[in-house]
Structure formats: C-alpha cells, structure tokens
C-alpha cells in the first residue's frame, strides 16, 4: 500500500511496499532547477547536481563509487527544469546500507575550491558537446520567453563565473529536507520503514520551501495569427511539422491523456491510420502529452515533403475535426485497456513508479499515480465525457506551430490558418 508522510522537518515520505519484486528504489528529490534561477546563476542547480559526486559528504569521489559499485549498484542523478532527483537501486540485502549512504546528501557540508573547479570543467565539457536536439528546438520555441527556454546546464560562460560561496549557498539553501521528497519503492520490510522514517525525522530542519512554480508559455490559450507561429528555414525539400496544443489544468488530465492515445499514439491511433497508412505523407507520426504544474501540452510532429505539406495538415485537422464531432467506440475500445488494466503494470517496475510518485506526488502534485488509483479514474471516463473535452481543447485560440521548411513563410501560415479556420 502507498503511504504518504509529511513529517515535522519538512521531508515527504512516500512508500510503497512491493513484496513480489526482487530490488528496493530510494530517490531524494529536492525541487530546484533551471525554473527557479536566473540570468546571473544559469546552470549553478545542475553543477551542485553534479558536485555531489565529486564528494558525497565524507565520501570522496573514489570512495563513493567503491561503496555502490559494492553493492552492485550506482547512485544516479538527473536535473529537470523543476527538479533535481538522486536515487539508487539495490537488492533489498544492501538496502539499509545503500539508504544511509543517499541519505547523506542531507548532511551540512562545504565543496572546496579544488574540488569546484575540477568539477566545473566536468560540466563546461559537457556543454561543449551537447547539442540542441530537434525535440530541445520544440520546447525552446514552445516556452520563448519563459525560464522552460533556458539550457538546464547553463554556459560555459556563467559556469565560470560561480564562486564556491555562492554555490555552497545554493546547496545549503536549497538541498534541504524541507524543500524535499523522499520515495522507497519495492521489496522493503516493516522494519526497514520505521529504521528510514526515525532516521529521516532526525534530519535537521533548514534552508528554503520552495512553492511549485507555474510557468505558462508566452500567450498560451490567446494564439492567433501573430501569436502561434515558430518557423525556421529550412534548405531540404521536406518540411518538419510540430502543432502544439494549449491545454488548461481546469481539465481532467486522465481524459486528456486517453485523447491523446486514441488520436495520435500507437501504430492504430486516427492520425496516424491517415497520414502514414491511407496517405503515406509520413513513416511516422509522434505524439506526446506533457503535465507541467498548472497546465499540459499535446504536441503532435512529424516530417512530409513539401508538395505534401498543405494536404498532410488539411488532413490532419479534418481527423481532429471529426474525432470532435464523433468518437467511436472501436477507437475507445481501442485504447481503453492501455490505460485502465495496463496501469497495473507498474506494479512490476518499482523503478518507473518511484520516478512516477516523485514526479506526480511531489513535483506537479496532486496527480494520480497509485496505479490501482488510476486504473479506477480512467474506467469512470465515457465517450461523453471525452467528446466533451475534445470539443473545449481543440479550437484555433490554443493552437500554435513550430514549422522548419524551404517553403516561403507567408505562405506556410496563409495555408495554415485557412485550414484551421475551416475545420476548426
């Protein structure tokens, strides 16, 4: 059963007791990242990110690898735009010695200089070879103007300029137990609970509550002709397509989330039965619903030729058009089990689910992410109900594109909006 704990220091204690799995995940999630810095400290969340592994309290770099690898296991880390999350995952004979040795990421400790500089030039190589991905070029365009556009790393330039006090400061006042979630996840006993709620409840109370940050995208949900275009040029004869939709929390994520799959996720799903298997304007059409706190996005992409362009597009939004008007029951019947007996699947990834709950519990909270849970939310959603929905999300005021084309930008977005306004 999921439990959920706030206790008195500030730590949320989230568990969940899988007996039938073979391993045990811990993940300390502390909410700071790219969000909540500025022009001046770009990039200083990921480089403390990165110093943990540098030295982990009294752990030197060598030592901390000796430690895990010993234990058939590694400590991993990754820094979102809205937080920063440490987790390992061991079989349950380490799992008490694999808790006390993550959990010492809450002790008061100082990065020296020596150790700082060694690392910074760890994370400016990094920068220097990462490269903007065409999905990094969608979600730069979509948050233009936002703190979601910035590079989680940072620049070179800025990484340069942090001092180790103002990076220790960062850490102190942001790496803390009130500003934190801790998740188990798997074959854990009773006993190893109560040992990991007496000794985080021991943890001091200090640094800073950070609230969930909303950061909605420049004009979400107000597009019109001035204010839904990203086009970039493009010397090939094909086009990529990107069309984002705006979708307000106000709906229910569960309904958004079975639209999505029907309309454009899986070999089967409306759009891609048309554009790919009826027409063959595409190989592929992807899909993707994101939650960010206080809202979601629906994108939809894919790559046409350019003499296809304006039919691809016409098509696309005469499906959506349609699937507005009139949902059939072979597309639910289609989709419904992927998310209602599907969910209970990740009761056999302990892994996935402790990233679910850290992201759902913590992060974006309140989700439903208690597979069981939401198996039962998702039986209780009707065609009605759906219909409903699509009829509210899919109109032209939250449509916006990212288009990289040879074809002459004017008419790109002629083309488009006559498509929209005549279907939508």
């Given at each position: 059963m999921k439990?959920?704990?706030?206790?008195?220091?500030?730590?949320?204690?989230?568990?969940?007791?899988?007996?039938?799995?073979?391993?045990?995940?811990?993940?300390?999630?502390?909410?700071?990242?790219?969000l909540y810095e500025n022009d001046s400290n770009r990039g200083i969340t990921h480089l403390v990110e990165h110093l943990f592994f540098r030295r982990w309290d009294t752990l030197p770099q060598a030592?901390?690898?000796?430690?895990?690898?010993?234990?058939g296991t590694e400590v991993l880390a990754q820094t979102y735009h809205d937080f920063v999350r440490f987790s390992i995952k061991v079989v349950p004979e380490f799992f008490l010695s694999a808790f006390n040795l993550i959990s010492m990421c809450f002790n008061s400790f100082d990065w020296n200089t020596d150790e700082i500089n060694s690392e910074k030039a760890v994370v400016i190589k990094q920068i220097e070879n990462s490269y903007t991905s065409y999905e990094k070029l969608e979600n730069n365009c979509y948050f233009k103007g936002t703190n979601y556009e910035h590079a989680i790393m940072g620049s070179a330039d800025t990484v340069k300029l942090f001092?180790?006090?103002a990076i220790n400061l960062w850490k102190k006042t942001y790496f803390c137990c009130n500003n934190s979630s801790v998740i188990l996840t798997g074959n854990f006993s009773l006993n190893d609970y109560l040992y990991v709620q007496k000794k985080l409840s021991e943890v001091n109370n200090r640094g800073t509550c950070l609230k969930a940050m909303i950061c909605k995208p420049v004009n979400f949900c107000k597009r019109n002709y001035n204010k839904r275009y990203n086009i970039l040029h493009s010397e090939s004869d094909s086009s990529d397509i990107t069309v984002f939709f705006d979708i307000?929390?106000?709906?229910?994520?569960?309904t958004v989330r079975l639209i999505s799959g029907m309309l454009g996720e899986g070999c089967g799903s409306v759009l891609s039965m048309i554009l790919r298997d009826k027409h063959f304007y595409t190989d592929e059409v992807y899909t993707d619903l994101t939650c960010y706190c206080g809202f979601y996005r629906l994108k939809i992409s894919y790559i046409v030729k350019n003499n296809d362009f304006t039919k691809s597009l016409s098509d696309l939004f005469q499906s959506v058009s349609q699937f507005k008007k009139s949902i059939s029951k072979?597309?639910?019947?289609?989709?419904?089990y992927f998310f209602t007996k599907n969910q209970l699947m990740d009761y056999d990834d302990q892994d996935?689910?402790?990233?679910?709950?850290?992201?759902?519990?913590f992060v974006l909270s309140p989700l439903i992410t208690e597979p069981n849970e939401s198996k039962e939310k998702y039986e209780k959603i009707t065609i009605d109900d759906l219909q409903k929905c699509a009829q509210k999300i899919?109109?032209?005021?939250?449509?916006?594109?990212?288009i990289q084309s040879s074809i002459d930008e004017i008419t790109v977005k002629q083309s488009i909006e006559q498509i929209i306004n005549r279907f939508l």
């Open positions: 439990k959920i704990t706030e206790l008195k220091n500030g730590i949320k204690f989230i568990s969940h007791q899988l007996p039938s799995t073979h391993s045990v995940t811990v993940s300390i999630n502390f909410r700071i990242g790219s030592v901390l690898y000796f430690k895990t690898l010993s234990m001092s180790p006090n307000s929390s106000d709906y229910n994520y569960e072979k597309d639910y019947l289609s989709n419904i996935s689910l402790n990233y679910k709950y850290a992201l759902g519990d899919f109109i032209t005021n939250n449509i916006s594109f990212l």
